[in-house]
């Protein structure tokens, strides 16, 4: 279902007054749900359609390296890939994808490489381990129908969370890769590889990067292989290749799978 530009106003509006008294009689006019008044800090309301989708908070940005960081340091959890002793990471000379050993969310690209900053999104976690910290933060992983409800502004748009356009005005929104992809990358977006969370401007609904930067985990899979559906893109996606910026798209990964441009995002 989609809905119109006006709508997507109503929307917006009834998000930024909650339930406050007067907003009541608008946001119900409208058909839609009203926001919870308690928010709580760095998750934003994904309204509904007041029929087949309920609203539901979600992540404001991909999950953090430091967020990450302090789950583990109150539950020492142990990575799928720390416990393997390797994981995926690409590889710009070799021009894909190598088991690099004592690559982990504290060293996406290994050992060798650069610490993974505060302010990255955490990646080279598998599922197992993105359930884990999910239920740790009281969240869980979003469908894909969720996540392409969130990204698409409740419908409005068709394939980018800013608009029809890819880079409108000439202006990137999201971090993904400018170029043939795997051969150049010609950085217009300003980043070469992953970029700190809220490196671009936010979507009309609060979402950062949901376009772009990292892929994110989502709690669905393709049922005849049971693989794991992952959306949004990454730094390494171009229109040469994926175009997983465009929220249309998908890829499918296996469970164990760490990889250092795949993260997430959850939703309670
Ligand atoms: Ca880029």
């Known amino acids: 279902m989609r809905i119109t530009k006006q709508e997507l106003g109503i929307r917006l509006l009834c998000v930024v007054l909650g339930a406050a008294a007067g907003a009541m009689t608008a946001c119900e006019g409208a058909g839609k749900e009203l926001a919870p008044t308690d928010i709580p800090e760095g998750m934003v309301w994904i309204i509904g359609d007041g029929e087949a989708q309920p609203g539901f908070l979600m992540d404001a940005t991909e999950v953090t390296t430091a967020a990450f960081a302090a789950f583990v340091e109150e539950t020492d959890y142990v990575t799928e890939a720390e416990d393997f002793g390797w994981s995926g990471v690409f590889n710009t000379d070799s021009l894909g994808w190598l088991p690099i050993n004592g690559a982990t969310w504290k060293y996406p690209l290994g050992p060798d490489s650069s610490a993974a900053a505060p302010n990255h999104p955490v990646t080279q976690l598998s599922l197992r381990d993105v359930k884990a910290y999910a239920k740790w933060a009281g969240k869980r992983l979003p ?7 969130a990204a698409s502004q409740g419908g409005v748009y068709a394939n980018f969370p800013w608009g029809e356009e890819m880079v409108p005005n000439g202006k990137y929104l999201g971090n993904w890769w400018q170029g043939p992809f795997p051969y150049e990358d010609n950085v217009l977006d300003g980043f070469p590889g992953i970029a700190p969370v809220k490196s671009f401007p936010p979507a009309s609904n609060g979402l950062y ?12 899979q393709k049922p005849a292989t049971k693989e794991a559906i992952i959306k949004g893109g990454s730094f390494l996606c171009s229109t040469s290749y994926c175009t997983g910026f465009d929220f249309r798209q998908r890829q499918l990964t296996s469970a164990d799978s760490g990889l250092n441009h795949l993260g997430m995002r959850l939703v309670r």
Do not use: H, L, P
């Open 143 to 149: 469908t894909e129908k969720e996540w392409v409800w």
């Open 209 to 220: 990067d949901i376009s772009g930067n990292v892929w994110e985990w989502t709690a669905s």
